[in-house]
């Protein structure tokens, strides 16, 4: 009995484990970047270059330290096998309108593997005009 209880403790310890904790961002300013819901008042888009000269340090980061430091995502997708999108608005555009519609707007996406940690950041490019 001992032996399975250390057992699950240690293979909780190494689940928990997984991912890495995001340290400081030099330039970027996480609390401007959270109080700009949907990219609506334009901080979003001035804090981009900061954020993008510390990408690297999103990878294997895990889900709720992505959250601290950029608060809830502006969407969510759960996509198959636990994998997940968070979507941050960084440009005003429709979805500042009432009722808060989807948008083509350019939007930063972070993916989540299975184990909830960051596999891949990219940015969504506006829908062409018609």
């Known amino acids: 009995m001992l032996q399975r209880a250390l057992f699950l403790l ?3 310890l190494l689940l928990g484990g ?5 340290g400081s961002m030099p330039g970027f300013d996480a609390a401007a970047w959270r109080q700009d819901v949907r990219g609506c008042a334009g901080q979003r888009q001035l804090l981009l270059r ?3 000269a510390n990408r690297e340090a999103l990878y294997n980061a895990h889900v709720s330290d992505v959250a601290d430091l950029l608060g809830r995502p502006d969407e969510e997708e ?3 096998q ?4 968070y979507s941050y608005y960084v440009a005003p555009g429709p979805q500042c309108a009432p009722g808060r519609p989807h948008a083509a707007t350019r939007r930063l996406m972070i993916r989540f593997g299975s184990l909830g940690t960051v ?6 490019a506006p829908a062409p005009a018609q």
């Open 18 to 22: 997984c991912g890495q904790s995001l």
């Open 119 to 124: 596999t891949e950041v990219l940015y969504s």
């Open 82 to 85: 636990t994998q997940r999108v």
């Open 50 to 52: 900061a954020l993008d």
């Open 10 to 12: 240690s293979c909780t």
């Open 78 to 80: 759960l996509q198959e």
